[in-house]
């Protein structure tokens, strides 16, 4: 399928994986805005037990995830997170571009709330119109 244009939406650690991807490897001309849902941009308190290399990198206070806070990207991003997140319990909104916080919901239950979903198909939505799409409260 080709497309002109496409929209990077990712949970947990994919948020920092599309962002490495956006900033560090020059990203893709067709994505015109990424997504992030329950992303650790500020870390996972509990990836010390994780295996391997992922855990160093997405636990609170690592450099990768430092470098990407600081980091712009040509693309805007839209960061949503749990207000109940036990997972990734703060540090999930980048403090740059649009945010939603999803009051009373948990990492897992963000995904599906009505919120997180309504705010997603909006956005394509105006992407696929040429319009722009903010959040709306939950």
């Known amino acids: 399928?080709?497309?002109?244009s496409s929209m990077f939406s990712v949970a947990s650690n994919g948020g920092?994986?599309?962002?490495?991807?956006?900033t560090e490897l020059g990203g893709d001309a067709r994505v015109k805005e990424t997504i992030s849902?329950?992303?650790p941009f500020e870390g996972a308190p509990r990836a010390r037990f994780f295996p391997g290399v992922l855990a160093r990198d997405?636990?609170?206070?690592?450099?990768?995830l430092a470098r990407l806070r600081g980091a712009s990207s040509?693309?805007?991003?839209?960061?949503?997170?749990?207000g109940s997140d036990r997972v990734v319990?703060?540090?999930a909104l980048l403090p740059h571009g649009e945010t939603l916080l999803v009051?009373?919901?948990?990492?897992?239950?963000?995904?599906y709330h009505p919120a997180t979903v309504?705010?997603?198909?909006?956005?394509i939505a105006a992407m696929s119109s040429g319009r722009t799409a903010g959040p709306r409260a939950a």
């Open 1 to 4: 399928i080709r497309t002109e």
């Open 16 to 22: 920092p994986a599309a962002g490495w991807f956006m």
């Open 37 to 39: 849902i329950s992303s």
């Open 58 to 64: 997405i636990e609170p206070g690592s450099a990768l």
């Open 74 to 82: 040509a693309v805007p991003h839209f960061s949503i997170a749990g």
């Open 89 to 91: 319990p703060g540090g």
């Open 103 to 111: 009051e009373g919901a948990g990492h897992n239950e963000v995904l």
């Open 118 to 123: 309504a705010a997603v198909v909006r956005r």
